[in-house]
């Protein structure tokens, strides 16, 4: 249940984690070695995922770990919050641009989710199937909300998308069925097929009679 990676593995270097990796595993923990330089929150979080733990060897050059979360070494991009994690509140680190690919899917414990200003973008996905999270903030300073970014996060009420946001990708918001209210950035030119879909509950948004079209 606690899995460490080698570094090398009959005679190669492992460099990369491939997504579905832990499909349907039962591990708790995964170490990372230094050598590895490519892998997504995909490669831990789905299908109900265990793990409650990633760690990188400190003398990566590629990532880094703080209690159990992955991040890219500088800190800009957190890549995994390992969906097994039993906190209901998270705080993204300061100084992180980036909520990456896959990087909270399938959270099912998670309530709430602190965002920092310094974020710029969210990845496809990034807070897929994170079906209890109720309180999320959107910080002025973001620009682009991802593909299916926030898809089955059914227990959000209500939204604010600051005027920074100038793209929001299809099915970001795909059956956000608690969603009731929602304010548009002012900035957005475009809306893509789907957005919405599955929003039963959407009562009321800047842009409200155009989302049901």
Same mark, same amino acid.
């Given at each position: 249940? !606690? %899995? +460490?990676?080698?570094?090398?593995?009959?005679?190669?270097?492992?460099?990369?984690?491939?997504?579905?990796?832990?499909?349907?595993?039962?591990?708790?923990?995964?170490?990372?070695?230094?050598? %590895?330089? $490519?892998?997504?929150?995909?490669?831990?979080?789905?299908?109900?995922?265990? %793990? !409650?733990?990633?760690?990188?060897?400190?003398? $990566?050059?590629?990532?880094?770990? +703080?209690?159990? %979360?992955?991040?890219? @070494?500088?800190?800009?991009?957190?890549?995994?919050?390992?969906?097994?994690?039993?906190?209901? &509140?998270?705080?993204?680190?300061?100084?992180?641009?980036?909520?990456?690919?896959?990087?909270?899917? $399938?959270?099912?414990?998670? @309530?709430? #989710?602190?965002?920092?200003?310094?974020?710029?973008? *969210?990845?496809?996905?990034?807070?897929?199937?994170?079906? =209890?999270?109720?309180?999320?903030?959107?910080?002025?300073?973001?620009?682009?909300?991802?593909?299916?970014?926030?898809?089955?996060?059914? =227990?959000?009420?209500?939204?604010?998308?600051?005027?920074?946001?100038?793209? &929001?990708?299809?099915?970001?918001?795909?059956?956000?069925?608690?969603?009731?209210? *929602?304010?548009?950035?002012?900035?957005?030119?475009? #809306?893509?097929?789907?957005?919405?879909?599955?929003?039963?509950?959407?009562? !009321?948004?800047?842009?409200? !009679?155009?989302?049901?079209?």
């Amino acid at each position: 249940k !606690n %899995v +460490v990676i080698p570094a090398e593995l009959n005679g190669y270097k492992v460099t990369a984690i491939e997504i579905l990796t832990f499909y349907m595993n039962k591990a708790l923990t995964v170490e990372l070695p230094a050598t %590895v330089n $490519s892998l997504d929150g995909q490669s831990f979080n789905e299908m109900n995922s265990t %793990v !409650n733990s990633i760690t990188v060897a400190e003398d $990566s050059p590629y990532y880094s770990s +703080v209690d159990g %979360v992955l991040y890219n @070494k500088e800190k800009t991009a957190l890549v995994c919050y390992p969906a097994g994690k039993s906190d209901e &509140i998270y705080s993204v680190l300061d100084g992180v641009e980036l909520i990456d690919y896959y990087g909270f899917s $399938s959270c099912l414990k998670l @309530k709430e #989710i602190v965002l920092p200003n310094s974020l710029k973008t *969210i990845d496809d996905w990034a807070f897929n199937n994170c079906t =209890a999270l109720a309180k999320i903030n959107l910080p002025d300073g973001l620009t682009s909300i991802g593909a299916s970014a926030f898809r089955n996060c059914r =227990a959000i009420k209500e939204l604010i998308v600051p005027d920074s946001v100038t793209f &929001i990708d299809g099915a970001a918001f795909y059956n956000c069925q608690g969603l009731k209210s *929602i304010k548009l950035s002012e900035s957005i030119d475009s #809306i893509y097929r789907g957005t919405f879909t599955s929003c039963s509950s959407l009562e !009321n948004s800047n842009y409200y !009679n155009f989302l049901l079209t």
